[in-house]
């Protein structure tokens, strides 16, 4: 349950900034562009919340599982740091940024939706950073 989270998360991330941004910025204009982005992100969002949900149950049951906090090792007190930073960008993201970008989208100021989406698009590649450092604390970790 932990990895297919993490796998839906960054993976999610992965693809829409290196393979959708760019090619949606290629082929749309503004007002699509915007369109198309609102309904990805709506999407994407309920699925980053289950997994965040599924990361925080099952990442707490494992810590309790291997001692506590105290007891488990320091890649791990790592990873789990970087990922309730994870966290936290994303609800700063969900609730500030992107609460604003779909007002903007519903009154069609493509303007102020396309800067609050590069506001948006900068914490994703801040995030899929953390997340793709994540796995190779995991991997360096369990070596």
């Given amino acids: 349950m932990h990895i297919l989270a993490v796998l839906v998360w960054v993976g999610g991330m992965f693809f829409a900034y ?65 990922g309730l930073s994870m966290m936290g960008i994303f609800v700063y993201v969900f609730f500030t940024h992107y609460a604003r970008f779909r007002n903007q989208v519903r009154e069609q100021d493509w303007p102020k939706a396309g800067g609050v989406l590069a506001s948006i698009r900068r914490l994703v590649g801040l995030n899929l950073m953390l997340g793709l450092s994540v796995v190779v604390v995991v991997v360096l970790g369990t070596e």
């Fill in 18 to 82: 290196l393979v959708l941004r760019p090619s949606a910025a290629e082929v749309l204009q503004p007002p699509e562009r915007m369109r198309l982005w609102g309904r990805v992100l709506s999407s994407f969002f309920n699925w980053v919340w289950l997994a965040i949900a599924m990361l925080l149950a099952s990442g707490s049951g494992m810590i309790y599982l291997l001692g506590g906090i105290a007891q488990v090792s320091g890649y791990v007190q790592f990873m789990l740091t970087l």
